[in-house]
């Protein structure tokens, strides 16, 4: 019984942080955090993708983007480095295993914030101890806010 009453009060706290990380990097899978073509991100999930990726609750300054360099000339005799690969377009289709992977993560992290929202339901409806179990849910919430306001 002690296992499970440990359990219940370590879920309670970090169950927040689950939630956060598990619907921000489901927005990461398909970019929607950051700005391409003529999508432009809302505030918000742009300072909560910078949350996740660097732990700062701030956008990230615009940039100017540079302008494409002129190609290399190969002259007679000379040694060229290897050219990486250009990215592709944005009018090109990912590979079927980039956009499978990302579809399957994508219900991975449907999955983990439905389990973990019925783990909270779980322990909240079955436990005699439901104050310290909000005490601690409050205290998961409120301690990552704390320290990216405060510090």
Do not use: C
Not at 4 to 20: C, K
Not at 26 to 31: E, P, T
Not at 96 to 108: C, D
Request: charged share 15%.
């Amino acid at each position: 019984m002690m296992i499970r009453q440990l359990h219940a009060y370590l879920s309670a706290f970090v169950a927040p942080s689950v939630l956060f990380f598990a619907f921000t990097g489901s927005l990461q899978l398909f970019s929607l955090h950051e700005a391409h073509g003529d999508y432009q991100p809302p505030a918000l999930i742009e300072k909560l993708g910078r949350v996740h990726t660097d732990q700062a609750f701030e956008l990230r300054p615009k940039h100017e983007p540079k302008p494409p360099s002129p190609p290399a000339v190969k002259a007679e005799g000379d040694w060229v480095a290897p050219v990486a690969k250009p990215a592709p377009s944005e009018d090109e289709a990912p590979p079927l295993r980039e956009t499978a992977l990302k579809w399957l993560f994508l219900l991975v992290a449907v999955s983990l914030i439905s389990s973990t929202l019925l783990g909270l339901w779980m322990a909240l409806t079955q436990n005699r101890r439901k104050v310290v179990l909000l005490v601690l849910l409050l205290a998961g919430v409120a301690t990552p806010v704390a320290i990216l306001v405060l510090l």
